[in-house]
């Protein structure tokens, strides 16, 4: 089974701080993704990465950045966390790109920003 | 108008009943996902389907390319269906409607 895992559940930080969210995935797949969940919004892409040291935007990227320096491995950052990126964040990977794979999810981080 | 657009957002039902859930969109795609989120935010993909009819379980998952439109069906509902079910339509990624919130009660 595929298994993606993301480094916390659960993260308070304070407004300012530099945020670091870790996806590991263990299926050799090519393409990894960020999206942040709201309520009524759905969820929506922030970054994704379709080989290593390769990124694209998603339709919100701004206040983000994002790192892959390992295939296995994709990091979402936050440079300067404000109040309004408290959300739920969630990765995922799959072998093909765009939507003509399943992707399979993590478990999501919910992060609060104080 | 969002392009993914689920109804409804919201439905409670009781244990055994039939559910549907649908999804409409207003994008051309290659393919049409279903998924669910469990409390707690884990999601896992249902189906993935481009034409005509899946089954698994319980759970039948339909699609009119025409009509654009699709639906979920639970038959013989359970309380450990309740969950977020997602739709979403892939054309060069995949746009997620808002979800629909089902709670089965006992």
């Known amino acids: 089974d595929v298994k993606v895992t993301q480094s916390s559940r659960y993260l308070v930080k304070r407004t300012g701080e530099k945020v670091f969210l870790e996806c590991v995935q263990d299926m050799d797949h090519e393409n990894m993704f960020w999206y942040r969940q709201d309520p009524g919004l759905g969820l929506r892409l922030i970054y994704f990465?379709?080989?290593?040291?390769?990124?694209e935007k998603g339709d919100i990227p701004e206040g983000y950045s994002v790192s892959r320096e390992k295939k296995e491995r994709f990091s979402l950052i936050l440079e300067s966390a404000s109040t309004n990126q408290t959300s739920m964040y969630l990765c995922a990977s799959s072998p093909l790109a765009g939507g003509r794979q399943t992707q399979y999810f993590g478990p999501g981080t919910r992060l609060l920003v104080l | 108008k969002n392009e993914v657009e689920q109804s409804p957002q919201n439905l409670t039902a009781q244990e055994g009943e039939f559910i549907t859930i649908n999804c409409s969109y207003s994008?051309?795609?290659?393919?049409l996902h279903w998924l669910q989120q469990h409390p707690g935010g884990g999601i896992v993909s249902l189906f993935m389907?481009?034409?005509g009819k899946k089954k698994h379980g319980r759970l039948i998952a339909t699609i009119n390319i025409q009509e654009k439109h699709s639906s979920l069906h639970i038959t013989a509902s359970h309380p450990r269906d309740s969950a977020v079910y997602i739709c979403a339509v892939s054309g060069s990624r995949l746009t997620f409607g808002e979800g629909t919130q089902l709670t089965v009660n006992p």
């Open positions: 990465s379709y080989d290593v040291k390769m990124k």
């Open positions: 994008v051309g795609i290659s393919a």
């Open positions: 389907l481009s034409s």
